[in-house]
T-cell receptor
Framework: AQSVAQPEDQVNVAEGNPLTVKCTYS??????LFWYVQYPNRGLQFLLK??????LVKGSYGFEAEFNKSQTSFHLKKPSALVSDSALYFC???????????????FGPGTRLSVLP | DAEITQSPRHKITETGRQVTLACHQT?????MFWYRQDLGHGLRLIHY???????NKGEVSDGYSVSRSNTEDLPLTLESAASSQTSVYFC??????????FGQGTRLTVV
């Protein structure tokens, strides 16, 4: 079965410190991975994606993510956290339908990031 | 600018009533999705559509239906609302090789 895990419900980090939000996935073949962010009372907003190529992907608002095939991970990172980064973060993978990519996503349960001033 | 909008933003209804949540996108995307978001479960797929007249069941489709009569709209209907359907509902759309774009959500309370 295709799945996404985010092992931490909550991540707390001090402003100015680096942050990491973890994601591991289980999918056959090459994954097509995403990170989304959700601010209070808002829909999900796209941050970045990995399709192929460089394992380090850069996205919006200074975020980046590192794809590690051997560890089946796609951790989200930022060198210096801001209080405004406090939000709910979702990792997602595009589903596989046989040898093809489907149009659907499987989402992780989400990780709440709190950046403390 | 293209967008995806949901209405209403908030809805309170009684058990047993039929409820329809609207989703309208101006991206001209073929693919549209409905998710529900519940604490501890993240987002779960209810129904999806890959184009006009196409509808498919997702992970948690029982008690829900959708119809796709045009590209822009994918209304979600709760046939007979139940308290277990109290949730926040998100509509999304995506192109063939793009990320998904989400609406702002509808908070539904079934009393």
């Amino acid at each position: 079965a295709q799945s996404v895990a985010q092992p931490e419900d909550q991540v707390n980090v001090a402003e100015g410190n680096p942050l990491t939000v973890k994601c591991t996935y289980s999918v056959s073949g090459n994954p097509y991975l995403f990170w989304y962010v959700q601010y209070p009372n808002r829909g999900l907003q796209f941050l970045l994606k990995y399709i192929t190529g460089d394992n380090l992907v850069k996205g919006s608002y200074g975020f980046e993510a590192e794809f590690n095939k051997s560890q089946t991970s796609f951790h989200l990172k930022k060198p210096s956290a801001l209080v405004s980064d406090s939000a709910l973060y979702f990792c997602a993978v595009r589903v596989r339908e046989g040898d093809n990519y489907g149009q659907n996503f499987v989402f992780g349960p989400g990780t709440r990031l709190s950046v403390l001033p | 600018d293209a967008e995806i909008t949901q209405s209403p933003r908030h809805k309170i209804t009684e058990t047993g009533r039929q409820v329809t949540l609207a989703c309208h996108q101006t991206w001209n995307h073929n693919n549209m999705f409905w998710y529900r978001q519940d604490l501890g479960h993240g987002l779960r797929l209810i129904h999806y559509s890959y184009g006009v007249q196409d509808t498919n069941k997702g992970e948690v489709s029982d008690g829900y239906s959708v119809s796709r009569s045009n590209t822009e709209d994918l209304p979600l209907t709760l046939e007979s609302a139940a308290s277990s359907q109290t949730s926040v509902y998100f509509c999304a759309s995506r192109g063939q090789n793009t990320e998904a774009f989400f609406g702002q959500g509808t908070r539904l309370t079934v009393v």
